[in-house]
Structures are given as structure tokens and as C-alpha cells.
């Protein structure tokens, strides 16, 4: 079982629309969780951290969190063209970052 | 500010070449990183330092040897490189090691 695992994509929105990205974790003792968005041929870039159950909002983000579930999301509204990346879903366990294989987002135009 | 800087930005090297990478990263972090990423792959952690120690090793080959000379700067020393480790290189730094990781923008490495 992969460590991290992210709805593998590509997903494909309308501009204006919400696009949904969804992550699972299989070790409970993880204690904190990142999404970075990533342009081709560029390095990750940081776009939200969380770390306790609940939502996090940040501008058109917003992170979720339930450690019981073991699940992260990340909601992006009012998607924009400038939205298009690939985003990876990033869990810290025993100090080690671990991440999801990504998912490429496309919004149209 | 959030910057860490990396070069070069491109390399090519050669199998019996000797070449080092360097990051930098003025933000008063004590943990820094080296990761691979790999063509549409994510990246993988190759070594991770705390407070200018090397405290994880993810069985990376000994021709790749990282080195921390003071808290803002990190060295990965290449030697003997195969082809199949062209990659790109990414250096990060972040505060504690259960922090927010901020990368670097990487060295692209092409090994002929």
C-alpha cells in the first residue's frame, strides 16, 4: 500500500468552477499535511498547510482534514487558467515528507 | 521571505566527471533537503539535515554525498554518476523538520 495516495486525474474544469482534489494517508501517527502546486518544468510550490481536523481557507483554497479518515482535500474555487498545474498532496511522517503521485489539473477557458 | 536558492541550474556531466550542487537558504531554518524528482514522478527524499546533522539517509548510493558546512548552506557532491540519475535535484528548508518545506528551484542533471 502506497504511503500517500491522490485521485489520480487528470481532472478537467470549467473556468469559474471548484475543482476537488482528494488524498489518503495510511499511517496514523502522520501529524502534518501540505498541498503544493507544481508548473511544468518548475519546483514544488507551497500552497497550504495543515494540521489539526477541519478546514483551513486561504484566498480561493481550502485544505480539509480528518485524521480519522485518514483523508486530505483541497478545494480550489473560482478556478482560474492560471490554476493549471499538477498538484501534490504531501504528508509528514517521523519527519519524512511523503508524497502523493499528483494531480494535473486543467481549467478551461 | 521564503527563498531558497539553488545552482547551478543546469548540468551535464559525464559518468567520471566530479560536480557539486549547492542551495542556500537565508531564512534561519534548521532543517534542509535533498530530493529527486523524476519525469512526472514525485519528488523522493534523498537526505534530510537538522541543526547541520545528517539525521536521515533513504539509502541513497554513496556516489552521491551531501555535506552541510553551516546552517544556510547544503552541498550534494556527485561522483561517478550513472544515466539513470538524470533527474532534477531539489533542495528545501524549513524550520523544524515537521514544518512547511519551501524548495528551492532545483538543478536539472544530465548525465551522458
Known amino acids: 500500500q502506497k504511503e500517500v495516495e491522490q485521485n489520480s486525474g487528470p481532472l478537467s474544469v470549467p473556468e469559474g468552477a471548484i475543482a476537488s482534489l482528494n488524498c489518503t494517508y495510511s499511517?496514523?501517527?502522520?501529524?502534518?499535511f501540505f498541498w503544493y502546486r507544481q508548473y511544468s518544468g518548475k519546483s514544488p510550490e507551497l500552497i497550504m498547510s495543515?494540521?489539526?481536523?477541519g478546514d483551513k481557507e486561504d484566498g480561493r483554497f481550502t485544505a480539509q482534514l480528518n485524521k480519522a479518515s485518514q483523508y486530505v482535500s483541497l478545494l480550489i474555487r473560482d478556478s482560474q487558467p492560471s490554476d493549471s498545474a499538477t498538484y501534490l498532496c504531501?504528508?509528514?511522517?517521523?519527519?519524512?515528507?511523503?508524497f502523493g503521485a499528483g494531480t494535473t489539473v486543467t481549467v478551461r477557458a | 521571505d521564503t527563498e531558497v536558492t539553488q545552482t547551478p541550474k543546469h548540468l551535464v556531466m559525464g559518468m567520471t566527471n566530479k560536480k557539486s550542487l549547492k542551495c542556500e537558504q537565508h531564512?534561519?531554518?534548521?532543517?534542509m533537503y535533498w530530493y529527486k524528482q523524476k519525469a512526472k514522478k514525485p519528488p523522493e527524499l534523498m537526505f534530510v539535515?537538522?541543526?547541520?546533522?545528517?539525521?536521515i539517509n533513504e539509502s541513497v548510493p554513496s556516489r552521491f554525498s551531501p555535506e552541510c558546512p553551516n546552517s544556510s548552506l547544503l552541498n550534494l557532491h556527485l561522483h561517478a554518476l550513472q544515466p539513470e540519475d538524470s533527474a532534477l535535484y531539489l533542495c528545501?528548508?524549513?524550520?523544524?523538520?515537521?514544518?512547511?518545506?519551501?524548495f528551492g528551484p532545483g538543478t536539472r542533471l544530465t548525465v551522458t
Open positions: 528545501a528548508s524549513s524550520l523544524g523538520t515537521d514544518g512547511e518545506q519551501y
Open positions: 499511517d496514523r501517527g502522520s501529524q502534518s
Open positions: 495543515i494540521y489539526s481536523n
Open positions: 504531501a504528508v509528514n511522517t517521523d519527519y519524512k515528507l511523503s
Open positions: 531564512m534561519g531554518h534548521r532543517a
Open positions: 539535515y537538522s541543526y547541520e546533522k545528517l539525521s
